[in-house]
């Protein structure tokens, strides 16, 4: 019903920057809070930025000062522009955003496939 699609990843070296987009697409009525998380090599997924429908933003405490999360919503798009990577920013990087497909329905989370981001000299 609802697809999520990731684009931007890539490999840049330590102190660049990469620009990720997360576009929402398919039976949509609304979108809540759309978010970026993170899952290194091994290790569990976790939050990265979070953006409500309003445009309040949250980070983690790890990019707060280098990443930027911001959301187009006549596009139904997430973004996240990511500054001075460090190494250790290296993950699959997945886009989640909370949808409502009717003014009936609760909002339900929907994921993208993830893109890789690799942070290596």
């Known amino acids: 019903q609802v697809q999520l699609v990731e684009s931007g990843g890539g490999l840049v070296q330590p102190g660049g920057s990469l620009r990720l987009s997360c576009a929402a697409s398919?039976?949509?009525?609304?979108?809540?809070?759309m978010g970026w998380y993170q899952q290194p090599p091994g290790k569990q997924r976790e939050l990265v930025a979070r953006?409500?429908?309003?445009?309040?933003?949250e980070y983690a405490d790890s990019v707060k000062g280098r990443f930027t999360i911001s959301r187009d919503n006549a596009k139904n798009t997430v973004y996240l522009q990511m500054n001075s990577l460090k190494p250790e920013d290296t993950a699959v990087y997945y886009c989640?955003?909370?949808?409502?497909?009717?003014?009936?329905?609760?909002?339900?989370?929907?994921w993208g496939q993830g893109t890789q981001v690799t942070v290596s000299s």
């Open positions: 989640k955003a909370a949808v409502e497909t009717s003014s009936l329905a609760y909002a339900r989370d929907y």
């Open positions: 398919g039976r949509i009525f609304s979108i809540n809070a």
């Open positions: 953006i409500t429908s309003g445009g309040s933003t």
